[in-house]
């Protein structure tokens, strides 16, 4: 359905594609993909390549490889020839005549725009500033897996609202036609530009968007409730700031007394214990954030499978 597509944010991709890739990922987690059919991509290779640390991107694009038979090459930015000045483009363009997809970590977007311009080969974001679709996408999944059907749920994320993981929460939303709110202190609400391209598409298919510093009134019978740490990579100097202004927002049993009574909590992980969300709650039933991380798995083995193969799984 994708096949030889780059995979930078979910805007790229229709309803149709995102339920496709998420549906994929659910038939790979119960192993209900015929082996036989990822034979086309055996022995491919696909370079990840990390400005920035991980632990969950890197992990479960590395073994999602391995399962699929593809090779991985783990690639720190600061140890190749980038790091002494080597141009992008020329970069992305050797890349290009060694493996068949590239993965890529970067502080700016702009970076994954270059080498998908220079590279042949499909580029798959595993984070930018802007965007981190395949946490999206795993995030979906879990949050199908729980309730069954999609179309009712209220998700409301809760601090950043303006960060990568907020990005692409919100965009799946609006694709997907789902009510999204976006909670936290109005000086890091999502900028205009942002907002301008996900309203339009949430006219189209219907999807709310609704903006708050609220907490009671976002959480207001939320089915599920997402946090994200206060400081994300390349923020550190923002650090003693930013503590400051999202603490009222931190995601504790207090904050969620207008959520609905079955929500669920989810996180990307890392989390900074302390800060965005409390360790009981973190701890408690309602937190589902251990089978969010295992669906970075699945999902990136649906990722690699749906666009190096020609043919639909
Ligand atoms: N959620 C996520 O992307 O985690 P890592 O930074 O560990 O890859
Ligand atoms: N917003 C976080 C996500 C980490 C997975 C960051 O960019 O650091």
Excluded at 33 to 38: E, G, H, I, P, T
Excluded at 180 to 202: C, Q, T
Aim: aromatic content about 8%; hydrophobic content about 45%.
């Amino acid at each position: 359905m994708i096949p030889g597509k780059d995979f930078l944010t979910l805007l790229d991709f229709s309803a149709d594609e995102i339920l496709y890739l998420i549906d994929l990922s659910i038939r790979f987690k119960h192993n209900k993909v015929d082996a036989k059919r990822l034979i086309g991509i055996h022995n491919k290779a696909a370079a990840l390549i990390f400005e920035k640390p991980s632990t969950r991107t890197r992990i479960s694009l590395e073994v999602a490889c391995h399962q699929l038979g593809l090779s991985p090459l783990y690639i720190e930015t600061k140890t190749t020839q980038l790091a002494r000045g080597e141009p992008l483009e020329d970069f992305a363009r050797v890349l290009d005549r060694y493996v068949d997809i590239i993965a890529a970590r970067v502080y700016s977007h702009k970076t994954l725009e270059i080498l998908a311009r220079y590279a042949r080969a499909p580029v798959i974001n595993a984070l930018s500033d802007m965007y981190h679709p395949l946490q999206a996408l795993a995030d979906f999944m879990t949050i199908k897996e729980k309730f069954g059907d999609l179309s009712e749920i209220k998700i409301a994320f809760i601090g950043d609202t303006d960060n990568n993981v907020a990005h692409s929460l919100t965009i799946g939303a609006v694709k997907l036609g789902l009510e999204i709110r976006l909670v936290g202190p109005r000086e890091y609400w999502p900028k205009k530009e942002f907002l301008d391209v996900v309203n339009k598409v949430a006219e189209r298919t219907e999807a709310k968007i609704v903006i708050t510093d609220n907490p009671a009134e976002g959480l207001r019978d939320a089915n599920v409730i997402y946090t994200d740490v206060w400081v994300s990579m390349g923020q550190e100097e923002e650090r003693k700031k930013r503590l400051k202004v999202f603490r009222p927002y931190q995601v504790n049993f207090d904050l969620v007394k207008t959520a609905s009574q079955d929500f669920i909590f989810m996180h990307c992980l890392p989390r900074h214990r302390g800060e965005e969300v409390s360790d009981d709650l973190f701890e408690s039933k309602h937190s589902v954030v251990f089978d969010q991380a295992e669906n970075r798995l699945h999902t990136a083995k649906a990722v690699f499978a749906a666009i190096l193969l020609e043919e639909k799984l």
